[in-house]
Antibody
Framework: QPQLQESGPGLVSPSDTLSLICTVA??????????WGWIRQPPGKGLEWIGS???????WYNPSLKSRVTISVDTSNNQFSLKVSTVTAADTAVYYC???????????????WGQGTLVTVSS | QSVLTQPPSASGAPGQRVTISCSGG????????VNWYQQLPGAAPKALIH???QRPSGVPDRFSGSKSGTSASLVINGIQSEDEADYYC???????????FGGGTKLTVL
């Protein structure tokens, strides 16, 4: 059983909102030990951090996406979610959710990743 | 254009030593620890090195990391065919207030 599992529509129409959920197994999302993040990878390209969330509600976003992105936590279902509004073809990518240890020493480290889900933006 | 610069490709014969560089600046590598990820073909990235030079449990000791100033390096001693993958460096940028990844290096085992 994977520790993190992404789910959501594989096809989104241009100008619509992309919505994904990451279900966390094993860990409690309410732990103080981790942040929870989203990273994406356009086909054939590199990795791009989208943002991260703490169960208490604090969020951090990539400035280049901040105006269109919302990440939130659902503690009752042990899930966190991603919404990207007003999508275009440039948002077509494999979207990964990942676990990020919360320490004062190590920043921006993802120690466990979901398998990823491809989201295509097309009419 | 990535904030962190990696060579697009690297190669070596089985058993050779390969070094992959990651060049940044004073607001990212110069201030924060560097992490490395391995992405095998068709798979999700996997944590390889954290805190500049620490291996998570289960990562073979032929993988090592180092950092000097605003540059970091991943060294693979005695590469094996199963090491053929894309490798990414990553860190936090205090000026951009953003997590940043290098563009990735595709390692080919000859």
């Amino acid at each position: 059983q994977p520790q993190l599992q992404e789910s959501g529509p594989g096809l989104v129409s241009p100008s619509d909102t992309l919505s994904l959920i990451c279900t966390v197994a094993v860990d409690s999302i309410s732990t103080s030990n981790y942040y929870w993040g989203w990273i994406r990878q356009p086909p054939g390209k590199g990795l791009e951090w989208i943002g991260s969330v703490y169960f208490g509600g604090s969020t951090w976003y990539n400035p280049s996406l901040k105006s269109r992105v919302t990440i939130s936590v659902d503690t009752s279902n042990n899930q966190f979610s991603l919404k990207v509004s007003t999508v275009t073809a440039a948002d077509t990518a494999v979207y990964y959710c990942a676990r990020q240890p919360r320490t004062t020493v190590v920043k921006f480290y993802f120690d466990s990743w979901g398998q990823g889900t491809l989201v295509t933006v097309s009419s | 254009q990535s904030v962190l610069t990696q060579p697009p490709s690297a190669s070596g014969a089985p058993g050779q030593r390969v070094t992959i560089s990651c060049s940044g600046g004073s607001s990212n590598i110069g201030r924060n620890t560097v992490n490395w990820y391995q992405q095998l073909p068709g798979a999700a990235p996997k944590a390889l090195i954290h805190s500049d030079n620490q291996r998570p449990s289960g990562v073979p000791d032929r993988f090592s990391g180092s950092k000097s100033g605003t540059s970091a390096s991943l060294v693979i001693n005695g590469i094996q065919s199963e090491d053929e993958a894309d490798y990414y460096c990553a860190t936090w940028d205090d000026s951009l207030l953003c997590g940043v990844f290098g563009g990735g290096t595709k390692l080919t085992v000859l």
